[in-house]
């Protein structure tokens, strides 16, 4: 059974940090790319950070870069997004996503239910 489960929104100040995790199963982490995108109020979702498996690489939205960085434990199956520095326009529904291959790829094929991240003073 296909899931992505993610946790660890919530409210933080600007310039705070908080991490995010998704739980995968029936997904293996070693072989297909995964990644993070994210979704603000009255805007288009946008990919904030990818792990590609055919690379090896990562890549991020030049708007989070530096501040915002993907991890993955394969032991556990779990994606993380650790943020740091966040900033207002951070505020979103973040969702994890994968991808049948092993390619980060415009559109990914499945979804997570998604979790809030909201930055304000």
């Known amino acids: 059974h296909l899931q992505f489960v993610e946790s660890g929104g919530g409210w933080v100040k600007p310039g705070g940090s908080l991490r995010l995790s998704c739980a995968v199963s029936?997904?293996?982490?070693?072989?297909?790319?995964i990644g993070w995108f994210r979704q603000a109020p009255g805007k288009e979702r946008e990919g904030v950070s990818c792990f590609s498996v055919y690379t090896g690489k990562t890549y991020y939205a030049d708007s989070v870069k530096g501040r915002f960085t993907i991890s993955r434990d394969n032991a556990k199956n779990t994606v993380y997004l650790q943020m740091n520095s966040l900033k207002p326009e951070d505020t979103a529904v973040y969702y994890c996503?994968?991808?049948?291959?092993?390619?980060?790829?415009?559109?990914?094929?499945?979804w997570g239910q998604g979790t809030q991240v909201t930055v304000s003073s």
């Open positions: 996503a994968g991808y049948r291959g092993p390619m980060c790829v415009m559109t990914p094929d499945y």
């Open positions: 029936g997904f293996t982490l070693d072989d297909y790319a």
